[in-house]
Protein backbone atom coordinates (compact mmCIF):
# COMPACT_ATOMS: atom_id res chain seq x y z
CA UNK A 1 0.00 0.00 0.00
CA UNK A 2 1.36 3.06 -1.20
CA UNK A 3 1.60 5.92 1.34
CA UNK A 4 2.29 9.92 1.17
CA UNK A 5 3.97 11.94 3.91
CA UNK A 6 3.89 16.32 3.31
CA UNK A 7 6.31 18.04 4.69
CA UNK A 8 7.55 22.08 4.41
CA UNK A 9 4.49 24.17 5.03
CA UNK A 10 4.93 26.33 7.95
CA UNK A 11 4.28 30.42 8.49
CA UNK A 12 5.75 32.65 5.85
CA UNK A 13 5.48 36.14 4.78
CA UNK A 14 3.81 37.50 1.54
CA UNK A 15 6.72 37.26 -1.06
CA UNK A 16 8.48 34.60 0.33
CA UNK A 17 9.33 31.01 -0.46
CA UNK A 18 8.55 27.67 0.63
CA UNK A 19 9.88 24.10 -0.44
CA UNK A 20 7.27 21.34 0.47
CA UNK A 21 7.79 17.57 0.02
CA UNK A 22 5.65 14.44 -0.66
CA UNK A 23 7.52 11.23 0.28
CA UNK A 24 6.28 7.90 -0.90
CA UNK A 25 6.47 4.29 0.84
CA UNK A 26 5.38 1.19 -0.07
CA UNK A 27 4.98 0.87 -4.06
CA UNK A 28 7.45 1.79 -6.95
CA UNK A 29 7.26 5.45 -6.95
CA UNK A 30 8.49 5.75 -10.89
CA UNK A 31 5.23 4.15 -12.08
CA UNK A 32 3.14 6.86 -10.46
CA UNK A 33 1.96 10.66 -11.51
CA UNK A 34 1.92 13.02 -9.00
CA UNK A 35 -0.71 16.20 -8.37
CA UNK A 36 -0.33 18.56 -5.30
CA UNK A 37 -4.01 20.02 -4.83
CA UNK A 38 -4.91 22.52 -1.86
CA UNK A 39 -7.77 23.45 0.38
CA UNK A 40 -8.58 26.43 2.51
CA UNK A 41 -10.88 27.22 5.01
CA UNK A 42 -14.78 27.42 3.65
CA UNK A 43 -13.32 26.58 0.22
CA UNK A 44 -13.02 23.46 -2.04
CA UNK A 45 -10.40 21.74 -2.50
CA UNK A 46 -8.19 23.01 -5.98
CA UNK A 47 -5.68 21.36 -8.49
CA UNK A 48 -2.06 23.14 -8.07
CA UNK A 49 0.24 21.23 -9.85
CA UNK A 50 0.35 17.73 -11.93
CA UNK A 51 3.94 15.98 -12.42
CA UNK A 52 4.16 12.70 -14.80
CA UNK A 53 5.96 9.97 -13.78
CA UNK A 54 9.07 10.46 -15.98
CA UNK A 55 9.02 14.11 -14.51
CA UNK A 56 9.07 15.53 -17.94
CA UNK A 57 5.19 16.66 -18.61
CA UNK A 58 4.74 19.88 -15.84
CA UNK A 59 1.20 21.00 -15.42
CA UNK A 60 0.13 23.99 -13.14
CA UNK A 61 -3.27 25.96 -12.17
CA UNK A 62 -3.50 29.29 -14.07
CA UNK A 63 -3.06 31.31 -10.05
CA UNK A 64 0.39 29.57 -9.39
CA UNK A 65 1.50 29.88 -12.85
CA UNK A 66 5.35 31.38 -13.22
CA UNK A 67 5.40 31.17 -9.29
CA UNK A 68 5.33 27.37 -8.73
CA UNK A 69 7.57 24.45 -9.85
CA UNK A 70 6.73 20.90 -9.26
CA UNK A 71 9.70 18.30 -9.79
CA UNK A 72 10.40 14.90 -8.58
CA UNK A 73 13.28 13.11 -7.70
CA UNK A 74 12.25 9.14 -8.45
CA UNK A 75 15.51 7.46 -6.55
CA UNK A 76 14.26 9.34 -3.58
CA UNK A 77 11.24 8.63 -4.12
CA UNK A 78 10.12 12.47 -3.34
CA UNK A 79 8.07 15.21 -5.12
CA UNK A 80 8.83 18.61 -4.55
CA UNK A 81 6.71 21.73 -4.62
CA UNK A 82 8.83 25.07 -4.91
CA UNK A 83 6.74 27.75 -3.83
CA UNK A 84 7.87 31.42 -4.80
CA UNK A 85 6.40 35.53 -4.05
CA UNK A 86 3.69 33.81 -2.03
CA UNK A 87 0.54 35.66 -1.46
CA UNK A 88 -2.42 35.43 1.36
CA UNK A 89 -4.39 33.71 -1.07
CA UNK A 90 -1.91 30.66 -1.29
CA UNK A 91 -2.77 29.81 2.44
CA UNK A 92 -4.79 26.46 2.55
CA UNK A 93 -3.33 22.72 3.45
CA UNK A 94 -1.34 21.44 1.17
CA UNK A 95 -1.85 17.69 -0.66
CA UNK A 96 0.06 15.77 -2.40
CA UNK A 97 -1.75 12.77 -4.55
CA UNK A 98 -0.80 9.72 -6.42
CA UNK A 99 -2.20 7.90 -9.55
CA UNK A 100 -0.99 5.36 -11.66
CA UNK A 101 0.99 6.71 -14.90
CA UNK A 102 -1.98 4.26 -17.27
CA UNK A 103 -4.42 7.48 -16.41
CA UNK A 104 -2.09 9.63 -18.52
CA UNK A 105 -2.73 13.30 -18.59
CA UNK A 106 -6.59 12.33 -18.40
CA UNK A 107 -8.44 14.42 -15.44
CA UNK A 108 -5.41 15.53 -13.44
CA UNK A 109 -7.08 18.32 -11.99
CA UNK A 110 -9.63 16.03 -10.82
CA UNK A 111 -8.60 15.38 -7.30
CA UNK A 112 -11.53 12.13 -7.37
CA UNK A 113 -9.14 11.19 -10.11
CA UNK A 114 -6.23 10.35 -7.33
CA UNK A 115 -6.13 6.72 -5.54
CA UNK A 116 -3.60 8.08 -2.78
CA UNK A 117 -3.77 11.16 -0.20
CA UNK A 118 -1.44 11.91 1.81
CA UNK A 119 -2.69 13.97 5.12
CA UNK A 120 -1.62 17.90 4.38
CA UNK A 121 0.68 20.25 5.66
CA UNK A 122 -0.21 23.48 6.50
CA UNK A 123 0.89 26.46 4.45
CA UNK A 124 0.06 30.24 6.13
CA UNK A 125 1.24 33.59 4.12
CA UNK A 126 0.93 36.31 6.39
CA UNK A 127 2.97 39.06 7.56
Known amino acids: QLQLVESGGGLVQPGGSLRLSCAAS????????VGWFRQAPGVEREFVAF????????YYADSVKGRFTISRDNAKNTVYLQMNSLKSEDTAVYYCAARSVSAGTYGYTNGARYAYWGQGTQVTVSS
Open 51 to 58: IRWSGDNT
Open 26 to 33: GRTFSSLS
